[in-house]
């Protein structure tokens, strides 16, 4: 069999969709990430209207390209929270106003087997997005983020995500030199907001791209 990872993790993201589906999400399946990009330029963005677009922190949605062609494009109205060149008070700011727009895209740290999204924020707008705020929510959700419970969901941010996060950040946390979580009480601690979402409300509100590769953390 040719690609037998791939055909693995295809069998894995077909058996995941229905349930996410039961759980309100919109589903659809990608084989990479440059077709994950085409499904949200070609199919989602075009079907839900949206006038005006922002992100939250994701490594798998700026590796599909997707961040530089709405940033730079003029279709949409963006609100560009990563734009280094702003201050920390303007950065604070447009993600504050970035819970209202139209469309909302990011990524996931982890997804169960039962369709039940995961994650953990700093400052709680990413999580704050995903809960409520924007008329749409796109997540990108990469193969590698597919665990069997809530419980291994929080073990893998919490051993695994976070501490890979604050390394990519420059932060100053215990984690950074340990390689594992320190429960720390830093300044700089990105584990301050935890998020589950077992359903869409309203249903269809979150779209989910399964995408059959690895990316991001």
Known sequence: ???????????NL???????????????????A?????????DILPAIKPRTLSWGGS???????LYEILRDGDEYETLDTWDHSLSNEDKYERRRQALLVDCFLTGTNAVTEEGHLVNLDMIGNRTGAITF???NV???????????DLQRAMDRIKEYVAPVNTMRLDMKTP??????????????????VWCITEKS????????????EDMGF
């Open 34 to 42: 440059a077709a994950a990009k085409d499904l949200v330029l070609n």
């Open 175 to 192: 984690c950074v030199k340990t390689g594992y979580c320190m429960d720390c009480e830093s300044p700089q601690r990105i584990c301050n």
């Open 138 to 148: 796109i997540i990108l959700l990469s193969r590698n983020k597919l665990v069997p």
């Open 14 to 32: 077909r058996e995941l969709k229905p349930k996410l589906e039961k759980n309100g999400f919109d589903v659809y399946l990608a084989d990479s």
């Open 59 to 65: 490594t798998t949605l700026a590796s599909t390209g």
């Open 133 to 135: 705020g924007p008329k």
């Open 201 to 212: 409300f309203p249903k269809g509100r979150i779209k989910v791209v399964l995408i059959n």
């Open 1 to 11: 069999m040719d690609k037998p990872i791939d055909n693995f993790w295809n069998l």
